[in-house]
């Protein structure tokens, strides 16, 4: 029933622009933080984004930072991850999470993000 849908990945060249979704159902979006993780091949997980359930805090690692943003509506359960100034470095899989206070948690399947000429 906890359901995490990613989407808006593709390919896209460097120096270029994508929004990614997720939209989430199944349980109560608006109490929980919502991240975005990446994972590139042979590489570790990686977090990019952090927001909290009120969306009035947001967190990222310099790698991303000033290209990123993320935001969320909790009206549409849905987040999002602008992603500007892309490099091919950025490419990977890009996966939704989220966490209560109590510590359940969840991920999406995630959606595949290409940065090539």
């Known amino acids: 029933q906890v359901r995490l849908v990613e989407s808006g990945g593709g390919l896209v060249q460097p120096g270029g622009s994508l929004r990614l979704s997720c939209a989430a159902s199944?349980?109560?979006?608006?109490?929980?933080?919502m991240r975005w993780y990446r994972q590139a091949p042979g590489k570790e997980r990686e977090l990019v984004a952090g927001?909290?359930?009120?969306?009035?805090?947001?967190n990222y690692p310099d790698s991303v930072k000033g290209r990123f943003t993320i935001s969320r509506d909790n009206a549409k359960n849905t987040v999002y991850l602008q992603m500007n100034s892309l490099k091919p470095e950025d490419t990977a899989m890009y996966y939704c999470f989220a966490v209560s206070n109590m510590g359940n948690s969840y991920w999406g399947q995630g959606t595949l993000v290409t940065v090539s000429s």
């Open positions: 927001i909290s359930s009120e969306g009035g805090i947001t």
């Open positions: 199944g349980f109560p979006f608006s109490t929980y933080i």
